[in-house]
Structures are given as structure tokens and as C-alpha cells.
């Protein structure tokens, strides 16, 4: 994801991790981003519970190196966003669309970024990449962005979510 080194967990002793690894935002710093994660394929929006139940796994790991990211293909409601910006536990939600109906960690795990300038891949799209409050001393200098470009066939714009990391772009 982004360039981070992540690996698929799974089973049932995973503590509630789909996914865990290191995000290195800058390659000339030693420090590493630790992330966990959960991938949550549901049809419809995810609530409040879902940002619950994942604190309880945030609360076993270490605050001041791990960051926690939850992923769904259909976004979040009000009522989840709220509870994830005032957690104490430092949270991303993460929402992937996907373009077919797979899982969502084979597809969250598959993500890479196009030399194009658009959020695609041959699974999904980034619609939006947010995070709390307490994330935010992980993430100085990273920008996520709309981009808009008009579609000549269409003759609409289309958005796009653009992600920069001291004026480079990630996605």
C-alpha cells in the first residue's frame, strides 16, 4: 500500500489484524511507520461498532510507533468518522472501491500506484485516505488531495484522490 511493506495475516489466533507491516514515508529517515489493519468488505457503510471493535485492537499495540488502518470498499457514516476522530488510539480509515467483487485484503494487499496521476489499479480506486488527531504526528508532510480531470468521452470531471509526501507523489 503506498509503498509500505505490509504482509496478509489471517487465522484464528490473527488478535483481530488483517494486516500488519512497516510504512516508510521517507527513505533518507530510520523511522518506520508501524501499521495494523483490518479490511472490512461490507455492501453498505461502515458504523460506529466496527471503529469500536477495532480500539480493542488498537489497544494492545504501542501508540507511539503503530498506527491503526481500517479498509472498506464502501466508505464510513457520520456516526463511524466521529468516533474514529475522537478515539484515543491513533486511526485511519482507509475507503478502497473496488471494481469487482474480491476480497478485500487480497485487494488491499495487491494496491500500487500508476504512472498515471489518478488513485487506479487493476483492482480498485482510493477514494479517500483520512486519519485522527492522535495519527497525526505520524503523518507531517503527507497531503491527500482531490484532483479533478475532465473526461473528454464523458464530458465530466472525474475525481480522483491524490496522496503527496513532501511534495512527491504517493498516489
Same mark, same amino acid.
Given at each position: 500500500?503506498?509503498?509500505?511493506?505490509?504482509?496478509?495475516?489471517?487465522?484464528?489466533? #490473527?488478535?483481530?489484524? #488483517?494486516?500488519?507491516?512497516?510504512?516508510?514515508?521517507?527513505?533518507?529517515?530510520?523511522?518506520?511507520?508501524?501499521?495494523?489493519?483490518? @479490511?472490512?468488505?461490507? *455492501?453498505?457503510?461502515?458504523?460506529?461498532?466496527?471503529?469500536?471493535?477495532?480500539?480493542?485492537?488498537?489497544?494492545?499495540?504501542?501508540?507511539? #510507533?503503530?498506527?491503526?488502518?481500517?479498509? @472498506?470498499?464502501?466508505?464510513?457514516?457520520?456516526?463511524?468518522?466521529?468516533?474514529?476522530?475522537? *478515539?484515543?488510539?491513533?486511526?485511519?480509515?482507509?475507503?478502497?472501491?473496488?471494481?469487482?467483487?474480491?476480497?478485500?485484503?487480497?485487494?488491499?494487499?495487491?494496491?500500487?500506484?500508476?504512472?498515471?496521476?489518478?488513485?487506479?489499479?487493476?483492482?480498485?480506486?482510493?477514494?479517500?485516505?483520512?486519519?485522527?488527531?492522535?495519527?497525526?504526528?505520524?503523518?507531517? #508532510?503527507? $497531503? $491527500?488531495?482531490?484532483?479533478?480531470?475532465?473526461?473528454?468521452?464523458?464530458?465530466?470531471?472525474?475525481?480522483?484522490?491524490?496522496?503527496?509526501?513532501?511534495?512527491?507523489?504517493?498516489?
Amino acid at each position: 500500500m503506498l509503498g509500505a511493506n505490509l504482509k496478509r495475516n489471517g487465522g484464528a489466533n #490473527d488478535l483481530g489484524i #488483517d494486516f500488519s507491516g512497516f510504512w516508510k514515508l521517507d527513505p533518507l529517515s530510520n523511522n518506520n511507520i508501524y501499521l495494523v489493519g483490518q @479490511c472490512k468488505n461490507y *455492501s453498505s457503510t461502515l458504523g460506529p461498532a466496527i471503529i469500536r471493535e477495532f480500539e480493542g485492537v488498537m489497544s494492545r499495540q504501542n501508540e507511539n #510507533d503503530t498506527v491503526g488502518i481500517l479498509s @472498506c470498499p464502501n466508505g464510513f457514516s457520520a456516526k463511524a468518522i466521529e468516533t474514529a476522530m475522537s *478515539s484515543k488510539y491513533p486511526l485511519s480509515l482507509l475507503t478502497i472501491r473496488f471494481n469487482h467483487n474480491e476480497n478485500s485484503v487480497k485487494n488491499i494487499n495487491s494496491l500500487r500506484v500508476e504512472n498515471k496521476n489518478t488513485a487506479k489499479n487493476d483492482s480498485g480506486i482510493i477514494e479517500s485516505f483520512i486519519w485522527n488527531r492522535v495519527a497525526v504526528k505520524f503523518f507531517t #508532510d503527507l $497531503v $491527500v488531495t482531490q484532483k479533478y480531470t475532465m473526461n473528454n468521452t464523458l464530458d465530466q470531471y472525474e475525481r480522483n484522490v491524490s496522496i503527496i509526501y513532501k511534495d512527491k507523489l504517493l498516489y
